[in-house]
């Protein structure tokens, strides 16, 4: 049997599953096929539209294309690192209220950098560099809730003569915890930042501490040479520069050459 002779349904019986699958899709199956053989010259239109569909489909693996267009697109690693940067900020502000709580802060604001995520896409380097995104804003939020206040102090606060006061006793999941309060030199008495150590039996004694000039954050008990922080502010900079070199490298990766398909799977990539 020669072209000719074939018929519609021959013709169509020879396609890849993958191909008569997206032909019915589009609304070119087999019924729409035969209507249009049936007019003048009509086996000449089908054999066309065929034409398209009857190359052997290849397995396809999660990541192979980049699926719908957008996600080959640089838009979406920038709202991801759009969404990073503002929970970062959003931690780092609340810090100042919340303090080591504000982790919870940042927590939260983690569900919108994931959510972000899962809209970029897999090819590429796309998977390695998502996750990567993810935990360098994990990194951030961890140092900043409990760097944050470290470093501030570190460059302005003031050394000043304190006395200690009277502990604060709190019960926490079932343990009784002291923490320990200074008196400063306004009179006011401040809970002191990290608890460094058990003040319950130094009440009245003099010690130095460093103190926040505004006085949103917590003093230091202890000088500035002891407040430390070094190796929290290098993650955090290992961190803040994985979170824009990752973004970056995989809009760059996507803007490269992309291995042709066949048309009838980039077809099939759109419909699916």
């Not at 000449?44 to 065929?50: A, D, K, S, W």
Request: charged share 25%; with cysteine; hydrophobic share 40%.
């Amino acid at each position: 049997m020669n072209n000719e002779e074939e018929s519609v349904d021959d013709l169509f019986a020879r396609l890849p599953e993958d191909g008569r699958r997206t032909l019915e899709q589009i609304g070119m199956g087999l019924p729409e096929l035969r209507r249009m053989a049936a007019r003048d010259g009509g086996m000449r239109q089908v054999r066309g539209v065929l034409s398209e569909f009857t190359t052997e489909s290849r397995p396809r693996h999660p990541g192979d294309d980049e699926g719908p267009a957008e996600r080959a697109a640089a838009r979406p690693w920038v709202l991801l690192f759009a969404a990073a940067v503002a929970g970062v900020v959003l931690t780092e502000l609340s810090t100042l209220a919340l303090h080591e709580t504000a982790l919870l802060v940042g927590a939260v604001c983690g569900l919108g950098v994931l959510f972000a995520a899962f809209r970029t896409r897999e090819s590429r380097g796309g998977l390695v560099l998502r996750w990567i995104t993810v935990a360098a804003y994990i990194g951030l939020v961890i140092a900043g809730s409990f760097g944050t206040q470290q470093w501030y102090l570190s460059l302005r606060g003031v050394e000043q003569p304190v006395t200690i006061a009277e502990p604060l006793h709190q019960w926490t999941h079932g343990t009784r915890e002291t923490y320990c309060r200074v008196r400063l030199r306004d009179g006011s008495v401040r809970r002191v930042l990290g608890d460094r150590e058990n003040c319950a039996d130094r009440v009245g004694l003099k010690d130095t501490a460093v103190v926040d000039p505004t006085g949103h954050d917590r003093p230091f008990l202890g000088t500035k040479s002891e407040i430390g922080g070094t190796a929290g502010g290098i993650v955090a900079l290992g961190a803040a520069a994985l979170l824009a070199l990752a973004p970056a490298s995989a809009v760059a990766m996507g803007r490269g050459p992309r291995k042709k398909q066949p048309r009838w799977e980039r077809t099939a990539g759109r419909e699916a």
